[in-house]
T-cell receptor
Framework: DGGITQSPKYLFRKEGQNVTLSCEQNLNHDAMYWYRQDPGQGLRLIYYSQIVNDFQKGDIAEGYSVSREKKESFPLTVTSAQKNPTAFYLC???????????FGSGTRLTVV | RKEVEQDPGPFNVPEGATVAFNCTYSNSASQSFFWYRQDCRKEPKLLMS???SGNEDGRFTAQLNRASQYISLLIRDSKLSDSATYLCVVNGPGRRALTFGSGTRLQVQP
């Protein structure tokens, strides 16, 4: 079955550490996205990529980095520069035109 | 002003009731509109796209009013399983990613 997989499901990070969240899709979608969701709030766009080896900053890119070396993969690194990283991180993919997304099941990151 | 605004609720309704949510968007040139459903601590899932002429999917009806820049979702004969947060989602010109509202929480009670 085609889908989008995020790992890990839960992640705990010490202050000052970088962590990388994995996102893999086998839907043959061109576009991939990272969003962050805080409790009681909507999704906010971090980064997105329309094609391999290209990506653009979203609304809240500071403290995050991404890469898109393969069509299937779009990992997100949360760096120590991100001051408040505790949140629910969602990866999504689409065919490229802004159509409905397919979401992964998310990663809950907690800073301890 | 937020790009997409929704009443956070919660809307508490009895089973079998009809409930409607509205959402307003700020960019008059927005082109695509959707409703997503999100269960507690889960990822959002596409409920339905919203078309200019309005569209229906079973108990769910979506309407778009471009002149007033709002989108609505009507749920008829509410079920307990409809309890969730409903996210209004918009895509505007020159923006290659969807913009999500903060969501409206619905609680259907027995």
């Amino acid at each position: 079955d085609g889908g989008i997989t995020q790992s890990p499901k839960y992640l705990f990070r010490k202050e000052g550490q970088n962590v990388t969240l994995s996102c893999e899709q086998n839907l043959n979608h061109d576009a991939m996205y990272w969003y962050r969701q805080d409790p009681g709030q909507g999704l906010r766009l971090i980064y997105y990529s329309q094609i391999v080896n290209d990506f653009q900053k979203g609304d809240i890119a500071e403290g995050y980095s991404v890469s898109r070396e393969k069509k299937e993969s779009f990992p997100l690194t949360v760096t120590s520069a991100q001051k408040n990283p505790t949140a629910f991180y969602l990866c999504a993919s689409s065919m490229g035109t802004p159509d409905g997304y397919t979401f992964g099941s998310g990663t809950r990151l907690t800073v301890v | 002003r937020k790009e997409v605004e929704q009443d956070p609720g919660p809307f508490n309704v009895p089973e079998g009731a009809t409930v409607a949510f509205n959402c307003t968007y700020s960019n008059s040139a927005s082109q695509s509109f959707f409703w997503y459903r999100q269960d507690c601590r889960k990822e959002p899932k596409l409920l339905m796209s919203v078309y200019s002429s309005g569209n229906e999917d079973g108990r769910f009806t979506a309407q778009l009013n471009r002149a007033s820049q709002y989108i609505s979702l009507l749920i008829r004969d509410s079920k307990l399983s409809d309890s969730a947060t409903y996210l209004c989602v918009v895509n505007g010109p020159g923006r290659r990613a969807l913009t999500f509202g903060s969501g409206t929480r619905l609680q259907v009670q027995p």
